[in-house]
């Protein structure tokens, strides 16, 4: 690529041969949505390093503290009773109305669809952690939407589309993400959501100008090239490396390629082979809201090492739903999504980490399902993966090598008594700790996922 020119704020000119955007999102404003927010300082948005400062110093204008207080934030005490609202119960509101709840505030999530989560995951799924919320004393107000935020000096409350006011001296205002995109809209292609449009290798339509992250809108495979953004942390770091290469190693492969080129006229395939970003959807939520661990403002500090709540999904949401429930444990549940007689997509609550691996292998490897299965996956989510799988791998065995005997398989395949065994206690942190300490650095490392590529071969 020839050398290109990008302007600073300050006019000055930086060349590049190669430039990558990545300027992630920005929250999206209460008045986007209709509300009007006031421009009060104690409606708060979580985005930027900076809103957490800003969170920081309104608890403590609420709850003034004694200045030896080491910190400001998790002193439940000071907080107690607090009234905070917060709009929106996707998952950045919920973390956000789960670390206020553990912080000793009385929170109140509203959110305007029928079960909270319900922009990202089905109802049934949506309806557990809802039930999680309540149980937890956080006040649910479902399927209503506010007006506007009132208040003096600072915010007092949320007024309802009904009249009605909900008492707030704290408001978080979680509604959405938009993309940082305003900048390029005259340069390059964007979607009607303010993605930027790539081709497959997340190249825009300028030559050596790559997308990455919450902005890339790129051209899915499975959604037969339709361009779609997914803005979250694991594809924000697969795109970018995924760019970082074609860029340093592209001049090195075209000469290796035209060096095969000589034998085989397959140039062109192969290095599409290569340089196209092949991404398999997966995400996470987490909570501190959850049934191991009581919450206190010692739990919070700590609460890198536990997983109250922990959910994964991988794959894609398109089709039939079918959701699934653990009948010892209210909080282990699941779903997959069955397209095209394929389970293309699932999500898994409270697992352990063999559950979240076996539920991500059946995502990639879109284990075939007849409608007749449909019963057994509702009724044993976990079962009918594992049974599923043993059967896919024993008729694709690699001549040589046997996945079904290999260790990772007898990983994957816990009897059903240790299913039935487990409870929702401590020995969540202690089997994970000892998978780990067995080579295991989970879910999305080098794990199950190398040999069966190995075997794909
Ligand atoms: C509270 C919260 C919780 C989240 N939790 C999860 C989770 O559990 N799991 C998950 O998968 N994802 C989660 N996400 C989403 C995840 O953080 C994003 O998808 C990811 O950070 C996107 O990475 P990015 O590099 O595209 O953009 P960002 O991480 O947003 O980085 C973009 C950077 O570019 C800068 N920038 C913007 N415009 C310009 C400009 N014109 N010039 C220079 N710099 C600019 C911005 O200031 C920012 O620093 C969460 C997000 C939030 C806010």
């Not at 003034?64 to 998790?74: A, I």
């Not at 202690?430 to 998978?435: K, M, P, S």
Request: glycine content about 10%; proline content about 4%; some cysteine.
């Amino acid at each position: 690529h020839g050398s290109q020119g990008l302007m600073d704020n300050r006019t000055r000119l930086i060349k590049y041969n190669s430039l990558i955007i990545a300027t992630g999102s920005r929250a999206k404003t209460l008045e986007e949505t209709g509300v009007d927010s006031g421009g009060y300082a104690n409606v708060v948005s979580i985005r930027k390093a900076s809103d957490i400062g800003h969170l920081r110093r309104v608890i403590s204008e609420r709850a003034p503290r004694k200045k030896s207080s080491v910190s400001t934030l998790s002193s439940t005490k000071a907080n107690k009773d607090i009234p905070a609202c917060v709009i929106g119960g996707g998952y950045i509101g919920l973390e956000s109305a789960s670390y206020l709840h553990g912080w000793g505030f009385n929170v109140t999530v509203i959110h305007s669809g029928k079960q909270l989560l319900t922009r990202f995951l089905p109802p049934e799924v949506g309806f557990r952690y809802t039930q999680l919320y309540r149980k937890s004393n956080v006040t649910v107000i479902l399927e209503e939407t506010p007006v506007g935020v009132l208040g003096g000096f600072n915010a007092t409350g949320i007024l309802m589309s009904d009249g009605t006011t909900i008492n707030c001296s704290l408001v978080v205002s979680a509604v959405g993400a938009v993309p940082n995109t305003d900048l390029f809209q005259n340069q390059l292609n964007l979607t009607s959501d303010g993605g930027i449009k790539t081709d497959n290798e997340l190249q825009t339509g300028i030559p050596g100008v790559y997308a990455v992250g919450d902005v890339v809108a790129f051209p899915w495979d499975f959604y037969n090239g339709t361009h779609k953004r997914w803005p979250f942390g694991d594809h924000a770091r697969r795109s970018g490396e995924h760019v970082a290469r074609i860029i340093l190693y592209r001049p090195h492969h075209l000469l290796e390629e035209i060096k095969v080129d000589q034998y085989l006229n397959k140039t062109a395939s192969m290095i599409a082979n290569k340089t196209t970003y092949r991404y398999i959807p997966k995400t996470t939520f987490d909570s501190l809201l959850g049934p191991r661990k009581k919450i206190d403002a010692n739990t919070i500090v700590e609460s890198r090492f536990i997983k109250p709540a922990h959910g994964e999904f991988y794959g894609y949401m398109i089709g039939r739903v079918i959701y699934f429930n653990c009948i010892r444990n209210r909080f282990k549940f699941g779903a997959f999504w069955v397209h095209n007689g394929k389970a293309v997509g699932t999500y898994m609550e409270g697992g352990l980490n063999k559950d979240f691996r076996l539920m991500k292998k059946v995502a990639e490897m879109q284990l075939p399902v007849q409608e007749i299965e449909y019963e057994h996956m509702e009724k044993d989510g976990l079962g009918w993966a594992r049974e599923t799988l043993d059967r896919e791998l024993d008729a694709s065995v690699y001549p040589g090598f046997s996945i079904k005997d290999s260790f990772f398989h007898s990983d994957l395949s816990p009897r059903q008594t240790d299913i039935d065994k487990y409870d929702a206690s401590e020995t969540f942190i202690e089997e994970d700790t000892a998978f780990e300490r067995s080579g295991y650095s989970g879910v999305g490392s080098a794990d199950y996922s190398d040999v069966m590529d190995i075997a794909r071969l």
